[in-house]
């Protein structure tokens, strides 16, 4: 079984701020790691992924992510917000194996709130 | 939205009556997937197709059938559709290995 929860349904922080969206999950085999980005009346997007390798990923629109085993977390950042940037993020995890890539469990999503 | 299209986008039906959704991608991806979208929940997954006519449950299954007889159409059936059931369906695809979801743009469905 596999688990997803994002601290905090709702962020807010002004345009140039850090961006620091919450991700924690539980899953018992190796993960494989997604945040994923939605805009009003759009599908989600991918911003970026873990899989294996190195545990600091870059994505897209200047975001990254760590995975860090110990914590079970995959905190999203971007050092500066960007008026655009404001949208609904998910965090999803998956595990390895044929069928079971695209059978991702998804957090509750964060809304994110930038102001000028 | 890497080929894929959902139909229709919007849709008002009552309780107890049909429903078909449409996923029709242009990509030629072995994997497709529909989820449903509710506030507080995230995305959760319904049924998914790992090839023609080979299909498998997802978590919250009950209350919907689906069928893929060709790769580019998946269609997502309630049989006798519930105000439950009102909620915003997405389609994903997906290659083989470790290619990453790709989403439509979603239909959103009310059951008055």
């Known amino acids: 079984a596999q688990s997803v929860t994002q601290l905090g349904s709702h962020v807010s922080v002004s345009e140039g701020a850090l961006v620091l969206l919450r991700c924690n999950y539980s899953?018992?085999?190796?993960?494989?790691l997604f945040w994923y980005v939605q805009y009003p009346n759009q599908g989600l997007q991918l911003l970026l992924k873990?899989?294996?390798?190195?545990?600091l990923v870059k994505g897209i629109n200047g975001f990254e992510a760590e995975f860090k085993k110990s914590e079970t977390s995959f905190h999203l950042t971007k050092p500066s917000a960007h008026m655009s940037d404001a949208a609904e993020y998910f965090c999803?995890?998956?595990?390895?194996?044929?069928?079971?890539?695209?059978?991702?469990?998804f957090g509750q999503g964060t809304i994110l709130t930038v102001h000028p | 939205d890497a080929g894929i299209t959902q139909s229709p986008r919007h849709k008002v039906t009552e309780t107890g009556t049909p429903v078909t959704l449409r996923c029709h991608q242009t990509?030629?991806?072995?994997?497709m997937y529909w989820y449903r979208q509710d506030p507080g929940h995230g995305l959760r997954l319904i049924h998914y197709?790992?090839?023609?006519?080979?299909?498998d449950k997802g978590e919250v299954s009950d209350g919907y059938s689906v069928s893929r007889s060709k790769t580019e159409d998946f269609l997502l059936t309630l049989e006798s559709a519930t105000s439950s059931q009102t909620s915003v369906y997405f389609c994903?695809?997906?290659?083989?290995?470790?290619?990453?979801?790709?989403f439509g743009n979603g239909t959103r469905l009310t059951v008055t």
């Open positions: 994903a695809i997906s290659g083989t290995g470790d290619s990453p979801l790709h």
């Open positions: 990509e030629n991806h072995r994997y």
């Open positions: 899953s018992s085999v190796p993960p494989y």
């Open positions: 197709s790992y090839g023609v006519k080979d299909t």
């Open positions: 999803a995890v998956g595990h390895a194996g044929g069928t079971s890539y695209g059978k991702l469990t």
């Open positions: 873990y899989t294996t390798g190195a545990t």
